[in-house]
Structures are given as structure tokens and as C-alpha cells.
């Protein structure tokens, strides 16, 4: 169906809005995408987070699970281990990062319930909802969730993605004070992060590069010192360009 200004049923839905303390959808149909140039207090921008992210190409909002929610969500995951699949292995050739396949769990929303429950409830979470509004303006769709369940062993994931060249439904630009990333991969630390001990890793700055991504970065044999490990702890949520950071996992 065409999008009708104001019209219910039509495409694109109501926007999603969120004050950081509750989710509600915007039943006037009205486009939602903050600017750092307007100050505005119902934003929701953190101007420290912003420039973070916009510098960077990732960013981590600390504690957004509780120890209740975080005990529920490993449960299921524990659960429902003898559905992980193990699949290929990542390393694309590197010798740094070479090991077995990455297991994992995919359908967290669809499990019987309560075990769906804790994930369920990370969809429209207001901490969620409140940062991709402005990170890329409302109308998003959510892809599959999915739980990596590494082992020792198991392979990182050679870095890809980047800006150069740039990918018009992956990438990242600002205009006008807004940040506009078209692809958005947003993930949540069931458990502890710790250095050196594998993990999402990223070459922060890398959705402005101009000039190709040279292959010891890509297998991280050769980092030139740039590749970054964020430490996290279990209940932190991560949020990277997807498209437009390069980004992997190191074994």
C-alpha cells in the first residue's frame, strides 16, 4: 500500500518513539529523527554519546540489563544448547584467528514460552528505541535475533565492511546535524567482555575512510595497532554501523 500522510494501515507504519524510560508508537504517522544542531530536550541525544558515535562507529550504553533479566536471557540460552548449530569458519585465511566454526543460536524469539520472553523484550526497549531514532530516523525493521555462542576455539571473524566503497543501504553519512546509518547491528552482553578474550572487535573511524581496507587488517595478522576490542560487562549493549564500520571478531 502507498504511504499516506496520516493514514493507518499505509507504508511506512507510525514511527516508534521512546523518552528513554517508555515505548510508545506515534499515531500521527510523524517522521522521527532528532538533530544535534536543534537542542532539544526531548530529543534524547547525549551529546557525549553522539560525538562517540559519530567519531567512532560504534558505541556501548553500559547496564541496560538487570541481573534478574540477564539470569532469564542465559537460562534460555542454556536451555536450548543442544540446538546451537555450529557453523563456518571466519577467519577468511588468517593465521592470528584461525580455529572452528562459530556456534550459534538463531529463533531467540520464537521459543516456547518464558523462555522467549527475555528477548522478546529487547525489540522495543526504550534505551533501544530512543538511540536508533536518532541514529537513523524512525522506520526501522528488525532483523533475526541470534545468540553467538563461541567456545574456546573458535575462529574470530575477519574484518569486513567499511566505507569505502560506501554501500547507499549500508552506509553512513550527517547532514544537517543528523546522523543517518542505514544499517545498525545492535548487541547485548549476556556475559562479561574481557580483554583479549575474543569478541566483537572494530577499526573505530573506519565509515570515513577513503582508501581501502589492506588485508592484515582484514585478517588482523598485521592491525597496524588499530583494531579495537571494546570491554563490556554482561547486561551492556553494543551498537555498531554495520554497514559502514569495519568490524569482525577476534578468536
Known amino acids: 500500500m502507498l504511504y499516506r500522510p496520516g493514514g493507518k494501515g499505509s507504508n511506512p507504519p507510525p514511527a516508534v518513539n521512546s523518552d528513554g524510560q ?3 508508537v506515534e499515531e500521527s504517522g510523524a517522521y522521527v529523527h532528532p ?5 532539544d530536550p526531548d530529543s534524547g541525544i547525549d551529546e557525549k554519546e553522539f560525538y562517540f558515535w559519530d567519531l567512532n562507529g560504534y558505541v556501548v550504553v553500559p547496564g541496560v540489563m538487570d541481573e534478574e533479566w540477564l539470569a532469564l536471557a542465559n537460562e534460555a540460552v542454556d536451555k536450548f544448547q543442544d540446538r546451537v548449530e555450529v557453523g563456518a569458519e571466519l577467519s577468511g585465511g588468517s593465521k ?3 580455529g572452528t566454526g562459530r556456534p550459534l543460536r538463531s529463533g531467540l524469539l520464537d521459543l516456547p514460552d518464558p523462555y522467549n520472553e527475555p528477548f522478546r523484550r529487547m525489540i522495543a526497549h526504550p ?5 536508533l531514532n ?4 524512525s522506520g526501522y525493521r528488525t532483523g533475526g535475533a541470534t545468540v553467538f555462542c563461541a567456545v574456546e576455539g573458535t575462529s574470530g571473524h575477519s574484518l ?14 550527517f547532514k544537517n546535524g543528523r546522523s543517518f546509518c542505514e544499517t545498525v547491528t545492535i548487541t547485548w552482553q549476556l556475559r562479561e567482555v574481557e580483554p583479549e578474550l575474543g569478541g566483537f572487535a572494530c577499526v573505530p573511524g573506519s565509515h570515513k575512510t577513503q582508501f581501502p581496507m ?3 587488517i582484514r585478517t588482523c595478522d598485521d592491525t597496524m595497532g ?12 553494543l551498537f555498531f554501523m554495520d554497514g559502514g564500520c569495519t568490524h569482525g571478531a577476534l578468536a
Open 22 to 24: 517508555n515505548t510508545w
Open 35 to 39: 538533530s544535534v544542531y536543534i537542542r
Open 96 to 98: 592470528s584467528q584461525a
Open 127 to 131: 534505551a533501544i528505541i530512543q538511540r
Open 134 to 137: 536518532w541514529m537513523g530516523g
Open 160 to 173: 569486513h565492511d567499511g566505507n569505502e566503497p560506501q554501500s547507499p543501504s549500508r552506509g553512513y553519512d
Open 214 to 216: 589492506p588485508p592484515g
Open 226 to 237: 588499530l583494531v579495537v576490542q571494546p570491554t563490556m560487562k554482561a547486561g551492556d549493549v
